[in-house]
């Protein structure tokens, strides 16, 4: 059974880092598209960005210029840095496996809240 | 970016009745391969959310039958034959064409 483990420094002041670690227990690492994905509280669903099978990373356009993506598969693990946080990012982020047979989120995290006050 | 649409934003349905949710994309979600990479998700109160459908249609593993999904092109819904107390939730649809996209989300309430 995939199961994916994440967690994270918290809470933050505006200008600071995010910093979130998903870990992949029980299934492969390599072959998947592995995302970070948001949701601000009582809203919806905002994908953040991935790394695919072939080590590319993708961005939303909309925080690109904040946001940095890495993966470790020695270790099965995945990370998101968002810099230069303000009280807009506080959200609850999902890490999630991207699996490209059914182009779905076949599995997340349990979610992390993160929350950005001075 | 493709804009997802869901109508209703909220559904309030007595048990044992079915479900109806619409999602619309801003465009085709037909990829140059011929996929249509539609997806349906379920978050309960206080969890993350859950595939229920893929591919517009096909249902992941352990989904009750009772949940279908229909569409082409732009146009999408999600049934639910049935509706179960445990069915109490958001329901999602999401596009899988880069950067990936929502629906706003529609909120299922038993009556």
């Known amino acids: 059974q995939v199961q994916l483990q994440q967690w994270g420094a918290g809470p933050l002041k505006p200008s600071e880092t995010l910093s979130l670690t998903c870990a992949v227990y029980?299934?492969?690492?390599?072959?998947?598209?592995w995302s970070w994905i948001r949701q601000p509280p009582g809203k919806g669903l905002e994908w953040i960005g991935e790394i695919t099978p072939s080590g590319n990373i993708n961005y939303n356009p909309s925080l690109k210029s904040r946001v940095t993506i890495s993966g470790d598969t020695s270790k099965n693990q995945f990370s998101l840095d968002m810099m230069s946080v303000t009280a807009a990012d506080t959200a609850v982020y999902y890490c999630?496996?991207?699996?490209?047979?059914?182009?779905?989120?076949?599995?997340w995290g349990q979610g992390t809240l993160v929350t950005v006050s001075s | 970016d493709i804009v997802m649409t869901q109508t209703p934003l909220s559904s309030p349905v007595t048990p044992g009745q079915p479900a109806s949710i619409s999602c619309r994309s801003s465009?085709?979600?037909?990829?140059?391969?011929?996929?249509?990479?539609l997806s349906w998700l379920q978050q309960r109160p206080g969890q993350p959310p859950r595939l229920l459908i893929s591919k517009i249609s096909d249902r992941f593993s352990g989904v009750p039958d009772r949940f279908s999904g229909s569409g082409a092109g732009t146009d999408f819904t999600l049934k639910i034959s049935r509706v179960e107390a445990e069915d109490v939730g958001v329901y999602y649809c999401m596009q899988a064409q880069l950067p990936y996209t929502f629906g706003q989300g529609t909120k299922l309430e038993i009556k």
């Open positions: 999630a496996r991207g699996n490209g047979w059914f182009g779905a989120f076949d599995y």
């Open positions: 465009q085709s979600l037909v990829d140059s391969g011929g996929n249509t990479y």
């Open positions: 029980g299934g492969s690492f390599s072959g998947y598209y």
